[in-house]
C-alpha cells in the first residue's frame, strides 16, 4: 500500500597449541577460540516471546545474536549522544531479529510469519485487536515499515514510507486498530546538508558563575556544523497513516526534531515531545530543551503549547530535568495527562520537603494543572490499573536507598496509603510489581479483576528463585499467593490467560531442560498444563559443565556467595587454575549486602565473550563472586580498596578449602566497574597472577563529577579519586593485566584512552600488559569475529600466565 500524504563437551588440556600466536600490531589479524567454543557460540539463540493484548498468540522473535564486523563498519555519525545511520537515517546497528513465529496459546498451532529476505526487524507491536502486528525493518537505504496479519502470517511493506528511528520505538497504534501514528523522514529537508563545514571562527563556550557539574558524556556536539548535521537527521514528520484507505496525514506540516508522541486514549489528542535550540557541546540530547505541545485532532489539528522545558545543563548521575517528566495518559478516562515535576531544580543533594509533586490536567478542561500527590522523595513511575482511577506511584529517597509504592485513587484525589517499602538490593522481600497488559492505546495497565491486582515477584530466596504470584486486595492491601514455582523445574510466570489468575503463560526450564513456554491452569487443587514450544538443546557440549552455588563469609561475618562451574568429567579433590569473575556492588545494609544472587537452577547457556567459557578449557569459574562495598552512601567507598581486598581473600579461601583451586594459580577479571575492580586488585594485592580487565576506567581524574554511586566530585575528594585510580598505581602492578577495550564505546567515563593510558602506564613502568583494541565495538562487543578474539585473547592470556605458570616462588 502507498501512502498518499494530505495536508493535515569435553575439557580442552590445553587452548594455547589450539590458538594463533600473538601477533605484531601491524600483523594483527581477527582471531578464533577454539572449535568446541565456536560451535556454542554460533548455536541458534532462543527466541523472545511478544504477547499479543488479548493473549490469544505469541510471537517468538529470534535476535540476531552475533552481527559481521562489516555490519559496524558502516558509516556511523556520533552526535549528541547519538549514532547514526547516515545512510538509512536510523540509529546505527539497531538491535534486531532475523525471524519471527506465531504460537497460539489455546492449542500451540504455530503460524510462521515471511520477513522479507534479509530482515533486520525491530520488535513487534502489537495493534490493540490483536489481529495485526506492526514492526520496521533496516536495510541499508531506509528503514522500512511492515504490517503482518497473524490470521495468513503475512506481511506486507507500507510502501513510500521511510521510518526516522532515532529516537527509538516510533510506531504506534490508534486505539481502533486501523490507523499507525509514525515518525517519518521528512519527504522535503529543511535545509540541503552541507557535505564540508569551513569555520567563520573558533568555538567558544562561558560560565558565568552557576554550577552546572556533567558526567563525562560520549559522542557529543563538538562544533556548529556538527549541531546542523544531528538536526538535518533527527528531523521528522508525524503522520497518521490508514491501514483502510491509504491516506497519511500529518501532525505537522514543517519538519521538526520530535523525541516522542503519544496518543491519548480517546485516540483524538497527542502530545507531541519537539526539541528545541539551543543545543549543547557540554550533554547529550536527552537534556536539550523541549517544547510539550498538545495536538487535537477534532479541532482542526489545534496545537497547545502544555511546557517549555530549558536546556538542562547539570547532569550529574541521578540529576533529573525540571519541568515536566514522564508524561503519560491516565488509561481510565478519555484524555487526561499524568506527570512529574521537581521541586528541587533537579539536583536530590538539595535538602527539601518536597522533593517531587505528581500534577493531574484534564485537556477538554483546558484549565490549570492539579496537583495530585506531594512526595518527600523522587518520583520514579506509575503504574495504572485496568478501567479504574486507582494508580501505584513509585517514589525513591537518594539518602536512605529506599524505594515506596503508593496507591492513590486519581479521582478522588486526597491522601496516598503506602503499600511496600523497600532497600536498595534488597532481593529477598521484594513484593513484586504489577502483572500488566496493553490498554488500547499501547499504555500498559495492572490487569484486574474486581478488587484485586495481580503482582509478580522474582522469589528470591537463600536456596534459590521461587518466582510467585500473589493477588492484591485493592481495598484492604492484603496479599494472597496463587502461584509459587518450585525450586526446580523453574517456572517463570510471563502474563495471566485469563481474568482470574487460574489460567497462566511460564517459562519452564531446568538444569536439563532448555527453557520453554508452558499453558497452565489450576482446576480444583488439580494442575494441567500444555507445552506450547519444544526447543532442542543447542550446546550439549554445555551439559558436562559441573555447577553450584557456594555460600562463604567475609571475615568480617558479612554472607557472601559464587557460584562455581567446574570442568567436564571433574573429580573431586582436583586442584585446577581458577579464574574470578565479579562485578563490585555498594550497600549499606550488611543482611542485604548477604544476600545471595547466585542460582544454579537455570539451564545453562553461554553467550558473548562469556568467563563461563574458561570452564571448558579446564579452569574453576568463580563466577558472580560477591563483593559488596558497605557503607554510608556518602562515604561508601573510603573503604573500597579495603572491602575489595576482603571480598577476594575470602573467594580464594573457600575455593582452596573446597579443594577445587590451586592458589598458586588464580586470575580475575571483570567488565566495566569489574575491570576497575581487576585493576585496583592487581595494583594493591598480589592475590592473582594475572588479571583480565574490559572496557574499564582506571583514572578517575578523567570522570571527575562521580562515577557508579559515588556522589561527590575531585575536588571534594581529591584524595580519594587518587587513591580509587589503578592509573596511580602502576608502578606497582607487578602481574600481568590483559586490558580490551571497544575502540568506539559509548558509557559513560569509560573512554577508550582509558586502557590506552593504562596500558602506557604499565608498559612505562616496566609491567607486563597487553591492550586490544576492538574496532569500531561500542561498550558491550557484539560483532561475531570481536567476540571470537576477545575469547581467544583471554584462553591465550590466562594459558601463559596462569595455567600453565611456574609456582610463585620460582619467579620471584
Not at 515499515?145 to 497504534?173: D, M, Q
Not at 537527521?233 to 519538519?255: F, H, R
Request: net charge neutral; glycine share 8%; aromatic share 10%.
Amino acid at each position: 500500500m502507498r501512502f498518499r500524504f494530505g495536508a493535515g563437551v569435553m575439557a580442552l588440556a590445553s587452548c594455547a597449541s589450539l590458538l594463533a600466536s600473538p601477533l605484531a600490531a601491524d600483523e594483527a589479524r581477527y582471531r578464533t577460540p577454539p572449535r568446541e567454543i565456536v560451535d556454542v557460540l554460533r548455536a541458534a539463540p532462543f527466541p523472545l516471546p511478544f504477547v499479543s493484548p488479548h493473549r490469544e498468540w505469541i510471537l517468538l522473535a529470534t535476535p540476531l545474536r552475533y552481527p559481521p564486523i562489516a555490519d559496524l563498519a558502516r558509516p556511523m555519525l556520533r552526535l549528541a549522544g547519538m549514532r547514526i545511520d547516515p545512510a538509512n537515517n536510523g540509529i546505527h546497528h539497531a538491535p534486531s531479529y532475523l525471524a519471527y513465529a506465531l504460537v497460539r496459546t489455546s492449542d500451540g498451532k504455530r503460524v510462521e510469519v515471511k520477513l522479507p529476505n534479509h530482515a533486520h526487524a525491530g520488535a513487534p507491536i502489537w495493534s490493540p485487536d490483536g489481529t495485526r502486528f506492526a514492526f520496521s525493518n533496516a536495510t541499508p537505504h531506509a528503514v522500512e515499515l511492515y504490517v503482518g496479519s497473524v490470521a495468513s502470517g503475512e506481511v506486507r511493506k507500507i510502501t513510500g514510507v521511510r521510518l526516522n528511528t532515532l529516537f527509538g520505538n516510533t510506531i504506534a497504534w490508534t486505539p481502533n486498530s486501523k490507523q499507525l501514528l509514525a515518525y517519518l523522514v521528512p519527504n522535503r529537508r529543511l535545509k540541503a546538508l552541507g557535505a564540508t563545514w569551513v569555520p567563520s571562527g573558533p568555538i567558544v563556550d562561558e560560565t558565568a558563575g552557576t554550577k552546572a557539574p556533567a558526567v563525562t558524556f560520549e559522542d557529543l556536539l563538538q562544533n556548529p556544523h556538527d549541531a546542523d548535521v544531528w538536526e538535518y537527521y533527527a528531523q521528522g514528520q508525524y503522520a497518521l497513516l490508514d491501514l483502510t484507505t491509504g491516506a497519511a496525514s500529518v501532525l505537522t506540516t514543517v519538519p521538526d526534531i520530535i523525541r516522542s508522541a503519544r496518543l491519548s486514549p480517546d485516540g483524538r489528542h497527542v502530545v507531541l515531545d519537539r526539541i528545541r535550540r539551543p543545543y549543547s557541546y557540554a550533554v547529550p540530547w536527552e537534556s536539550f530543551g523541549r517544547r510539550l505541545t498538545l495536538i487535537d485532532f477534532g479541532k482542526v489539528w489545534r496545537g497547545r503549547t502544555l511546557a517549555d522545558i530549558p536546556l538542562q545543563t547539570n547532569a550529574t548521575f541521578d540529576a533529573v530535568t525540571t519541568g515536566p517528566r514522564d508524561v503519560t495518559w491516565r488509561p481510565d478516562v478519555a484524555a487526561t495527562l499524568l506527570w512529574s515535576e521537581t521541586q528541587d531544580g533537579g539536583d536530590p543533594s538539595k535538602a527539601t520537603t518536597v522533593r517531587d509533586i505528581v500534577y493531574q490536567y484534564d485537556v477538554e478542561r483546558d484549565g490549570k494543572p492539579r496537583a495530585v500527590l506531594a512526595l518527600p522523595d523522587r518520583f520514579q513511575s506509575v503504574d495504572f490499573v485496568e478501567n479504574s482511577p486507582v494508580a501505584f506511584v513509585r517514589a525513591y529517597d537518594r539518602a536512605t536507598r529506599f524505594s515506596r509504592t503508593l496507591e492513590i485513587d486519581l479521582a478522588e484525589g486526597g491522601g496516598a496509603v503506602e503499600t511496600a517499602k523497600l532497600r536498595d538490593g534488597d532481593r529477598y522481600h521484594d513484593p513484586g510489581r504489577p502483572m500488566t497488559r496493553p490498554a488500547a492505546n499501547g499504555k500498559q495497565v495492572a490487569v484486574r479483576d474486581g478488587e484485586t491486582i495481580f503482582l509478580r515477584g522474582a522469589g528470591a530466596g537463600p536456596d534459590g528463585r521461587r518466582p510467585f504470584i500473589d493477588r492484591f486486595d485493592l481495598k484492604s492491601h492484603q496479599t494472597t499467593r496463587i502461584f509459587q514455582s518450585e525450586l526446580a523445574p523453574l517456572e517463570e510466570p510471563l502474563t495471566l490467560l485469563d481474568a482470574n489468575g487460574r489460567t497462566l503463560l511460564v517459562t519452564r526450564q531446568s538444569p536439563t531442560e532448555p527453557p520453554n513456554l508452558v499453558w497452565l491452569t489450576r482446576v480444583e487443587g488439580s494442575k494441567i498444563e500444555r507445552a506450547l514450544t519444544k526447543t532442542p538443546d543447542p550446546s550439549p557440549v554445555l551439559r558436562g559443565l559441573q555447577r553450584r552455588v557456594v555460600s562463604y563469609k567475609r571475615a568480617d561475618g558479612v554472607d557472601l556467595s559464587f557460584t562455581l562451574y567446574l570442568p567436564p568429567g571433574y573429580k573431586e579433590g582436583t586442584r585446577l587454575p581458577t579464574f574470578v569473575w565479579a562485578y563490585p556492588a555498594e550497600f549499606n545494609d550488611p543482611a542485604v549486602a548477604g544476600q545471595t544472587t547466585n542460582s544454579a537452577q537455570t539451564f545453562i547457556t553461554v553467550a558473548g565473550a562469556s568467563q563461563i567459557f574458561m570452564a571448558l578449557a579446564g579452569y574453576a569459574v568463580l563466577d558472580n563472586a560477591a563483593v559488596p562495598i558497605l557503607g554510608d552512601p556518602k562515604t561508601v567507598n573510603d573503604t573500597f580498596v579495603e572491602q575489595l581486598t576482603a571480598d577476594m581473600k575470602a573467594a580464594i579461601d573457600k575455593a582452596v578449602a573446597l579443594g577445587v583451586t590451586d592458589p598458586e594459580r588464580v586470575a580475575v577479571g571483570g567488565h566495566s566497574y569489574g575491570a576497575f575492580m581487576t585493576a585496583n586488585l592487581l595494583a594493591h594485592t598480589r592475590l592473582f597472577r594475572a588479571g583480565i580487565a574490559r572496557s574499564g576506567a582506571y583514572n578517575r581524574s578523567l570522570t571527575p563529577f562521580g562515577f557508579q554511586n559515588e556522589r561527590r566530585t575531585y575536588w571534594e575528594a581529591t584524595e580519594l579519586y587518587t587513591k580509587l585510580s589503578p592509573f596511580t598505581y602502576a608502578d606497582k602492578i607487578v602481574d600481568p593485566l590483559l586490558l580490551i577495550h571497544g575502540v568506539a564505546d559509548d558509557n559513560t567515563g569509560t573512554f577508550p584512552i582509558q586502557s590506552e593510558r593504562m596500558f602506557a602506564a604499565i608498559k612505562g613502568n616496566g609491567g607486563t600488559a597487553r591492550l586490544v583494541m576492538l574496532p569500531y565495538e561500542a561498550h558491550g562487543y557484539v560483532a561475531r569475529e570481536s567476540i571470537e578474539t576477545t575469547l581467544a585473547e583471554m584462553f591465550d592470556w590466562l594459558d601463559r600466565y596462569v595455567k600453565n605458570a611456574p609456582p610463585r616462588s620460582a619467579t620471584r
